[in-house]
């Protein structure tokens, strides 16, 4: 039959693998987040006081233990960008059964970070999955695993290419190396798209509204060079906090860990609402009200350690969000400090400078925040990103980020002995 036969062709079997695992990720994204915020009802720190919640945050720590214990380790990301550069993709689904109740309680009560990580994990390991299934070579495999981590991004953040390039990037340090994954990503990612927004109904808009871009001049563009100057600091000052807690940390059983990083957070809510939550609903609050600049500074600050806790302490998120989130306030501190500047600029640069800092995703971030707030700002937000990138060559969170090391040229034939060989 003439189908099958035009499916068997090598990149029109591989382009339909593609969407088959970005349609998988995009109603994975949509089941994940339907369940989030079912357990946000119960959870989320504003249906509770302050000592109510803190008790929440304590037993969430114990409950990531115990899961832990019973389930096993849930992984992370660094495995799976480690798994991608070495074999392709993830061996199978055995850490998911772990890591989709741990990160849904550590979100929903309120740690300081996102669903970017744990949703991306789940998406790229079904994407290896689908892969597995029709056979494909281990160069084929990384190409789907990509597809799948990409439509993961798009779901959060409603950016497909930017989505799609990101996913490329944060597997390096120095730019995206995969180039023959490019367009499968963008295709999986558009893919993944569609299908959230028919599952959800959710609009086309935006996942934030940021300031009015208004007119852009040349003199932005060395306030542009400021700001990614401010976003490396910032990217140096969360990574080697990280490091330092990390260390600290080894001297606790791992099994206490997750509950004394619940009674950290909780001593953090009291200083500042702003240390809890990944900043998703926050960072909409900032960009839209006018807050004072010691509100903005002491948001910014919390953040850092709120996230940095959890992280650290063995709750499971992600921090892009959570990094979006600081640079905004720091924008917004900046405009007030400056008046003159386009406030716009300095938020959308910063945001994607503290971002790229830590992540090493500079077309990524780029592309993400000003699909958001609007192309004409991309060149300075460019500038501030490829500043912050230059500045953090040398300080790197996720340590399994390195260049490509294959040869091999990608044949997505069928594999002798394969499912459907």
């Given at each position: 039959?003439?189908?099958?036969?035009?499916?068997?062709?090598?990149?029109?079997?591989?382009?339909?693998?593609?969407?088959?695992?970005?349609?998988?990720?995009?109603?994975?994204?949509?089941?994940?987040?339907?369940?989030?915020?079912?357990?946000?009802?119960?959870?989320?720190?504003?249906?509770?006081?302050?000592?109510?919640?803190?008790?929440?945050?304590?037993?969430?720590?114990?409950?990531?233990?115990?899961?832990?214990?019973?389930?096993?380790?849930?992984?992370?990301?660094?495995?799976?960008?480690?798994?991608?550069?070495?074999?392709?993709?993830?061996?199978?689904?055995?850490?998911?059964?772990?890591?989709?109740?741990?990160?849904?309680?550590?979100?929903?009560?309120?740690?300081?970070?996102?669903?970017?990580?744990?949703?991306?994990?789940?998406?790229?390991?079904?994407?290896?999955?689908?892969?597995?299934?029709?056979?494909?070579?281990?160069?084929?495999?990384?190409?789907?695993?990509?597809?799948?981590?990409?439509?993961?991004?798009?779901?959060?953040?409603?950016?497909?290419?930017?989505?799609?390039?990101?996913?490329?990037?944060?597997?390096?340090?120095?730019?995206?190396?995969?180039?023959?994954?490019?367009?499968?990503?963008?295709?999986?990612?558009?893919?993944?798209?569609?299908?959230?927004?028919?599952?959800?109904?959710?609009?086309?808009?935006?996942?934030?509204?940021?300031?009015?871009?208004?007119?852009?001049?040349?003199?932005?563009?060395?306030?542009?060079?400021?700001?990614?100057?401010?976003?490396?600091?910032?990217?140096?000052a969360f990574t080697y906090l990280n490091q330092f807690l990390r260390a600290l940390l080894?001297?606790?059983?791992?099994?206490?860990?997750?509950?004394?990083?619940?009674?950290?957070?909780?001593l953090l809510a009291w200083m500042s609402p702003y240390a809890l939550t990944f900043g998703?609903?926050?960072?909409?609050?900032?960009?839209?009200?006018?807050?004072?600049?010691?509100?903005?500074?002491?948001?910014?600050?919390?953040?850092?350690?709120?996230?940095?806790?959890?992280?650290?302490?063995?709750?499971?998120?992600?921090?892009?969000?959570?990094?979006?989130?600081?640079?905004?306030?720091?924008?917004?501190?900046?405009?007030?400090?400056?008046?003159?500047?386009?406030?716009?600029?300095?938020?959308?640069?910063?945001?994607?400078?503290?971002?790229?800092?830590?992540?090493?995703?500079?077309?990524?971030?780029?592309?993400?925040?000003?699909?958001?707030?609007?192309?004409?700002?991309?060149?300075?937000?460019?500038?501030?990103?490829?500043?912050?990138?230059?500045?953090?060559?040398?300080?790197?969170?996720?340590?399994?980020?390195?260049?490509?090391t294959d040869a091999v040229p990608v044949d997505h034939g069928r594999r002798e002995g394969?499912?459907?060989?």
């Open positions: 039959m003439r189908i099958p036969a035009t499916f068997a062709r090598p990149g029109t079997r591989l382009f339909g693998i593609v969407i088959a695992a970005g349609l998988f990720g995009g109603a994975i994204g949509a089941c994940y987040i339907g369940l989030l915020h079912l357990f946000e009802r119960g959870l989320w720190p504003t249906h509770w006081g302050l000592l109510p919640h803190g008790l929440i945050l304590v037993a969430v720590g114990v409950v990531v233990a115990v899961l832990t214990r019973v389930l096993g380790s849930p992984g992370d990301v660094e495995l799976l960008v480690d798994n991608i550069h070495v074999a392709g993709g993830v061996d199978d689904l055995r850490q998911l059964p772990s890591l989709l109740p741990i990160s849904l309680v550590c979100i929903a009560a309120g740690g300081g970070l996102g669903p970017e990580a744990p949703l991306v994990q789940t998406t790229g390991t079904v994407g290896s999955w689908v892969a597995k299934r029709f056979g494909l070579d281990p160069a084929g495999l990384r190409i789907v695993t990509i597809t799948g981590m990409a439509a993961g991004f798009t779901v959060l953040f409603g950016a497909p290419l930017g989505a799609a390039v990101f996913a490329l990037e944060i597997l390096h340090r120095r730019g995206l190396e995969y180039y023959e994954a490019l367009m499968p990503a963008v295709l999986g990612s558009l893919s993944g798209y569609a299908v959230y927004v028919l599952i959800t109904g959710v609009g086309l808009e935006p996942v934030w509204q940021l300031p009015a871009v208004g007119s852009v001049h040349g003199g932005d563009l060395g306030w542009a060079v400021a700001c990614g100057v401010v976003g490396a600091i910032v990217a140096a080894r001297h606790v059983a791992p099994s206490a860990r997750p509950a004394l990083g619940g009674v950290t957070l909780a998703e609903a926050q960072l909409g609050h900032i960009t839209t009200t006018d807050l004072a600049l010691r509100t903005l500074a002491l948001a910014a600050l919390a953040k850092l350690l709120g996230s940095s806790v959890t992280l650290a302490s063995g709750w499971k998120g992600g921090f892009i969000i959570p990094l979006f989130f600081i640079g905004a306030c720091l924008g917004r501190a900046g405009h007030i400090v400056f008046p003159h500047t386009n406030e716009a600029v300095l938020i959308v640069a910063l945001m994607a400078a503290c971002n790229v800092g830590v992540t090493k995703t500079p077309l990524g971030s780029v592309l993400v925040v000003s699909e958001m707030a609007g192309l004409n700002l991309l060149p300075t937000t460019l500038i501030a990103s490829v500043v912050a990138l230059l500045l953090t060559s040398n300080v790197g969170l996720i340590d399994s980020q390195r260049r490509r394969g499912p459907d060989g």
